[in-house]
């Protein structure tokens, strides 16, 4: 048996992705794993979720912030558009040489790519999907991808490493349509295994309601919580904050282990 190793956690903005992602960061470190947190979400957070303190947080730079890295990596010239640049550019010393390292998480941002455009070619997305694409590939760790709704940036072959497709649902109509699109989505990369978590269940009829009209196996779920809330209003991590959200992030971390 393969161990689980790649977890991508999507869905609509605001539904729980960086709590969750956070959560089961945590969570693996624990049981052992030597994780890899990534903030591919452009609005960002996972380091505030992940509890980093500010001075480390302090020293982190995006990815795509990166200018030096990114020219001397792709070879584009700088202060220009079109051009050649190269599409496989080296990444591998990346994820070790810029990730800090936070309570055996290392964490990784991958900052937004102003160009816009999810057809946009540029330095820094061939940088970034190279970054991703060797994760997800060549590296042995746990890695946890707290990504935006859409799948369409990672490529067929990218898509298909990740493991496990975690849509995050919360009791409405708006993030199942969201699910929906990111099950339609992954299906065209050729990946199955998506799955959802349920997220803010203030009860059984919160459950009932997800469990009723998820579009894809829904593994289980965080209830409503003022904790959550208040660590994000004081800009504590989850972790340490939240322990009931920890005992149900243990359960869904089960039921991805024993996938
Ligand atoms: N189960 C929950 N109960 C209460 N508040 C929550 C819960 N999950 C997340 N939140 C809060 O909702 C907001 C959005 O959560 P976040 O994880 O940042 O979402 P996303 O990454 O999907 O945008 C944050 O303020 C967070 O603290
Ligand atoms: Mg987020």
Redesign the pocket.
Same mark, same amino acid.
């Given at each position: 048996m393969t161990l689980l190793s790649k977890i991508a956690i999507s869905?609509k903005?605001?539904?729980?992705?960086?709590? =969750?992602s956070a959560l089961l960061a945590h969570i693996f470190a624990e049981r052992g794993r030597s994780v890899i947190a990534i903030d591919a979400?452009p &609005?960002g957070?996972l380091a505030e979720?992940l509890g980093v303190p500010r001075d480390l947080a302090a020293q982190i730079t995006p990815i795509a912030e990166m200018d030096e890295l990114i020219y001397e990596r792709t070879g584009a010239k700088r202060g220009t558009y079109g051009g050649f640049f190269s599409l496989s550019p080296r990444v591998d010393d990346i994820p070790d040489r810029f990730s800090i390292s936070h309570r055996g998480i290392k964490f990784l941002q991958l900052g937004t790519i102003e160009a816009g455009g999810s057809g946009c070619i540029c330095p820094e997305s061939a940088l970034l999907k190279a970054l991703v694409t060797h994760l997800l590939l060549y590296r042995d760790d746990m890695m946890v991808l707290?990504m935006e709704a859409g799948v369409e940036h990672l490529g067929r072959a990218t898509a298909q490493a990740v493991d496990a497709f975690l849509v995050?649902l919360e009791p409405g109509r708006r993030s199942l349509t969201t699910a929906g699109k990111v099950r339609q989505l992954a299906g065209d990369l050729g990946i199955d295994r998506v799955l959802a978590v349920g997220?803010?269940v203030r009860g059984e009829s919160d459950w009932a309601f997800l469990q009723a009209n998820s579009p894809v196996p829904i593994l289980g779920y =965080?209830? &409503?919580?003022?904790e =959550?809330?208040e660590?994000?209003m004081r800009g504590e991590g989850v972790f340490d904050t939240a322990p009931r &959200?920890v005992e149900e992030a243990r359960a869904i971390a089960d039921r991805l282990e024993a996938l």
């Open positions: 869905g903005g605001g539904v729980g992705k960086t709590t =969750l979400d &609005a957070g979720a707290d995050v997220n803010k =965080l209830s &409503a919580n003022p =959550l809330t660590a994000d &959200a």
